[in-house]
């Protein structure tokens, strides 16, 4: 099978300092008209970079040869899976404040077996909880009256979606702006914020000065075409006392009508790019929030996580 594939040199300047340059780097890319943008952010995603301030490309060459395989290509075979989501379970506590859910028996295995044939039995089961609760999604519903409701988002915002992790773990960001964004090619992607927030996660300090967007980068977001954006924190605006209940981020994405997912988790386990993301809920009509399962397939070749308790590498390495 031939794959079109990119040749070229390329300098690259961090924020923290510091560069590097590389001669006859090579990237597998969709076709053979694939922009600059296209091959600068693969070779990102193959090199895994972090805190990138500038990539320059110079003496682009692409062209067709029997496939060979890149770490964040598009073109690997196989796939694996990652878990994103928190498990439901009844007394958590998701949103402090917000009752927590309550799962009981309708019919019990016992009682059932009066109901049908000798040696078949059932359990039906109850749960009482708000839409907020586990990992959720948010449709324009929940935040306006006339937005659309979880039964109206169509399939293409919310399965089977490229995505992008924008990784501020370990960076002392606390409220990710258009300066952890402004490098990416966020269109017609999930954005998924790696904060770090989930390791907080059924404790009094998830809900302490958790990370979140800010209003300028979910303008950002929406300028720049993202279909979708999560979180791995308690909420995606600033839910503090200081924020005076403002929810810039929620007004301005769902207002776009980009769908919301929070409390995500286990983000650590994705690569930068080269993820498709899944967060469906039930078609519920008139409902603005409901939990999801959240995950993601991932090239197989993709190594599993971030290394030892999850450290990012090293800028520059």
Do not use: K
């Not at 690259?12 to 990237?27: I, K, S, Y």
């Not at 692409?62 to 073109?75: D, K, Q, R, Y």
């Amino acid at each position: 099978m031939l794959q079109y594939r990119a040749e070229f040199d390329a300098t690259v300047t961090f924020r923290n300092g510091g560069g590097l340059q590389t001669q006859g780097f090579r990237v597998d890319v969709p076709n053979a008209d694939a922009t600059e943008a296209e091959i600068s952010a693969l070779f990102l995603a193959a090199c895994r970079l972090l805190l990138v301030d500038r990539v320059t490309l110079s003496g682009v060459r692409i062209f067709a040869e029997p496939h060979l395989g890149t770490p964040g290509g598009p073109s690997e075979p196989g796939r694996r899976w990652v878990e994103l989501s928190h498990v439901i379970s009844a007394g958590m506590t998701t949103y402090p404040g917000l009752p927590v859910p309550e799962i009981t028996p309708h019919l019990t295995r016992e009682a059932s077996r009066g109901i049908y044939a000798p040696g078949t039995e059932f359990a039906i089961d109850r749960i009482s909880m708000v839409g907020n609760t586990g990992t959720y999604l948010d449709s324009p519903f929940h935040r306006y009256d006339d937005g659309t409701d979880l039964a109206g988002i169509p399939l293409e915002r919310l399965v089977d979606l490229p995505a992008i992790v924008v990784r501020t773990v370990g960076s002392g960001v606390r409220g990710v702006g258009v300066e952890e964004l402004e490098s990416l090619n966020v269109a017609g992607r999930a954005v998924l914020l790696h904060t770090g927030g989930d390791a907080h996660w059924a404790t009094p300090r998830y809900a302490v000065d958790a990370p979140y967007l800010t209003g300028a980068g979910a303008r950002w977001l929406i300028d720049h075409g993202a279909a979708l954006v999560g979180i791995d924190a308690v909420n995606i605006d600033d839910a503090t006392p200081a924020a005076g209940g403002a929810r810039p981020a929620h007004t301005s994405l769902l207002g776009a009508g980009i769908p919301i997912v929070e409390h995500l988790t286990g983000l650590a386990g994705l690569p930068p790019t080269g993820a498709r993301f899944t967060a469906a809920p039930p078609r519920v009509a008139a409902f603005g929030t409901f939990p999801v399962r959240a995950y993601a397939s991932v090239p197989a070749s993709e190594p599993h996580g971030l290394g030892p308790a999850g450290r990012l590498p090293a800028s520059g390495a």
